[in-house]
């Protein structure tokens, strides 16, 4: 079993390792979870993981590294393992939005293998979009890393140059259906339901429409085709939604969210 350690336990980091655990992609005592403060991991250490404030010692026992520290602090981390990393033995996983595969390799090393990854916050309930890539990583680790991450939701291998696309679609994209279905829900409160059974009765609806696409692997305009009947109340409501550029403001916003995340990658690559 390899040996796992993850650089900054926030809750990407967190998510990820209980994650593995719950579908027995790793056992708890093979994860070190590292902290500045592991005041913090205190329950994480009860439930038999690996706690560390030492991430020079935490990477020279581990396979796989994971990187998941803000930022602002990753160069100071790389510093401080570089001498620890060897690239025969050692694998990095990145999941920092904006830093790419190769700012890591300068600090590491070009013989490293570094993969990035950018799941989304839906990551703490299992259920995150991962997009994954990488310039040098072999097939049988790529392998190895989408299952890592499968066992935390769904992964797409994607070109490390979408990145910042795939931030924009996934990482805040998350924020723009919940946008929708709180729109849905004041829509419901409008039209006489208490705020508390219109949010769920949204909600549903919601998780209803994404699972008939998942489940039936059909196009969004399939299923809209079989609840639209002619002069019916479906498409009057769709229409006037067009009317007023739903899906419009939707692609603007989606393509505003990348042009920002280009410019954070610049700033932070």
């Known amino acids: ?17 209980k994650g593995l655990v719950k579908a027995d992609f790793a056992q708890a005592a093979d994860i070190t979870l590292t ?47 570089n001498t620890s990393i060897v690239a025969a033995k050692h694998l990095v996983i990145s999941v920092i939005s904006g830093v790419s595969c190769a700012a890591v390799k300068d600090k590491l090393g070009n013989d490293v293998e570094v993969i990035r990854a950018m799941p989304n916050t839906a990551i703490a309930i299992g259920q995150s979009m991962t997009c994954i890539a990488s310039d040098n990583a072999s097939a049988a680790n790529l392998a190895d890393i989408t ?13 490390e140059d979408l990145m910042t696309s ?6 805040c994209g998350i924020a723009f259906f919940l946008r929708a279905i709180r729109a849905a829900s004041q829509g419901g409160v409008e039209i006489g339901f208490h705020a508390d059974e219109a949010l769920k009765m949204a909600v549903q609806t919601a998780k209803g429409a994404a699972d008939l696409l998942l489940l039936h692997g059909t196009h969004p305009e399939s299923e809209i085709d079989k609840v639209t009947s002619p002069k019916g109340c479906t498409i009057a409501g769709l229409n006037e939604m067009e ?14 969210s990348a042009l920002k995340a280009g410019n954070l990658y610049t700033k932070e690559g």
């Open 147 to 159: 299952r890592m991450f499968e066992t935390v939701g769904s992964v797409v291998k994607i070109n």
């Open 166 to 171: 795939a931030t924009a679609l996934c990482a």
């Open 243 to 256: 009317h007023n550029g739903f899906s419009s403001s939707l692609i603007k916003g989606i393509k505003l």
């Open 35 to 81: 902290r500045r403060n592991i005041d913090h991991l205190k329950a994480y250490q009860e439930a038999g993981f690996n706690i560390s404030n030492n991430n020079k010692a935490s990477v020279e026992a581990a396979d796989i590294v994971i990187l998941a520290v803000l930022p602002q602090q990753l160069n100071a981390v790389l510093d401080e393992i």
């Open 1 to 17: 079993m390899k040996k796992i350690t993850i650089i900054g336990s926030g809750n990407i980091g967190l998510s990820l390792a």
